[in-house]
């Protein structure tokens, strides 16, 4: 008999781990800045066990929203028909919108969550993730172009070439 961890593809193992690092931080860092602003304007922004909490179960549904759309992605690529899997992305993501406007509603209606530290938590895995892709495509720009030396001579090299070619 097999546990559901065997069933989850390493992919989404990976990815989801990875988000799910880049949510913690994320959520740490928004603490800090409410914290921040806290210091500055304490009778406006608050810091308190509701900021905590909030954040804390933000981040679950954000992590959880991932993982989610993962598996989903995982069983459309294994669906033959092609109408089946994008009928199982589009109930995917219906239900997962409604997973995370449901938490909104909680963490804007339950007085133990501050809203703004509940709701802002699911904006950073999407973020996240388009920031590594801009980090990697970055990345990936200066070893095609040969200037990820950090002398530059290779940048130098090719421009000179190209001047002298003129």
């Given at each position: 008999?097999?546990?559901?961890g065997?069933?989850?593809?390493?992919?989404?193992?990976?990815?989801?781990?990875?988000?799910?690092?880049?949510?913690?931080?994320?959520?740490?860092?928004?603490?800090?800045?409410?914290?921040?602003?806290?210091?500055?304007?304490?009778?406006?922004?608050?810091?308190?066990?509701?900021?905590?909490?909030?954040?804390?179960?933000?981040?679950?549904?954000?992590?959880?929203?991932?993982?989610?759309?993962?598996?989903?992605?995982?069983?459309?690529?294994?669906?033959?028909?092609?109408?089946?899997?994008?009928?199982?992305?589009?109930?995917?993501?219906?239900q997962?919108?409604?997973?995370?406007?449901?938490?909104?509603?909680l963490?804007?209606?339950?007085?133990?969550?501050?809203?703004?530290?509940?709701i802002?938590?699911?904006?950073?895995?999407?973020?996240?993730?388009?920031?590594?892709?801009?980090?990697?495509?970055?990345?990936?720009?200066?070893?095609?172009?040969?200037?990820?030396?950090?002398d530059?001579?290779?940048?130098?090299?090719?421009?000179?070439?190209?001047?002298?070619?003129?």
């Amino acid at each position: 008999m097999s546990n559901f961890g065997d069933k989850v593809q390493p992919a989404v193992k990976q990815e989801t781990k990875n988000v799910a690092i880049y949510t913690v931080v994320g959520v740490v860092v928004m603490w800090v800045g409410f914290l921040i602003l806290h210091l500055i304007w304490p009778e406006k922004i608050p810091f308190d066990y509701r900021v905590i909490l909030g954040g804390i179960g933000g981040g679950a549904v954000a992590v959880l929203n991932f993982f989610l759309m993962g598996m989903a992605v995982q069983k459309a690529v294994s669906e033959t028909d092609e109408a089946g899997a994008k009928r199982r992305m589009q109930a995917s993501y219906s239900q997962r919108n409604l997973m995370q406007m449901l938490w909104a509603v909680l963490a804007i209606v339950l007085p133990c969550f501050q809203f703004a530290a509940g709701i802002l938590p699911l904006l950073i895995p999407g973020t996240a993730i388009k920031l590594m892709g801009i980090k990697k495509q970055h990345k990936a720009l200066n070893l095609i172009s040969g200037e990820s030396r950090k002398d530059g001579t290779a940048f130098l090299n090719r421009n000179c070439e190209a001047a002298i070619r003129l």
